[in-house]
């Protein structure tokens, strides 16, 4: 895909258009850390955050309870 670098303001910037934030599951206010390489290569990588140990226990535990029941009405 190519982009064009435009003045935004006293800065340069590339606009990203709704089709490649949508493919980069990329929204408004989220961050990227950004690197240059040698020759120029720029990368953009997402900063997802990790679901916390408490969040992950909770589906755990949620998803166990389920089954428990599913095998229950089953058996």
Known sequence: MIK???KVGN???VI???A???LA???VGDQV???VHEGGTIT???LRPMPSREDVSR???ETMTDYARTMKKLA
């Open 4 to 6: 064009t670098i435009t």
């Open 11 to 13: 800065s340069q910037g």
């Open 16 to 18: 990203f258009d709704a």
């Open 20 to 22: 490649l934030m949508d």
């Open 25 to 27: 599951r990329l929204k």
């Open 33 to 35: 850390n950004l690197e």
């Open 44 to 46: 953009l990588t997402p």
């Open 59 to 61: 589906v755990i535990q």
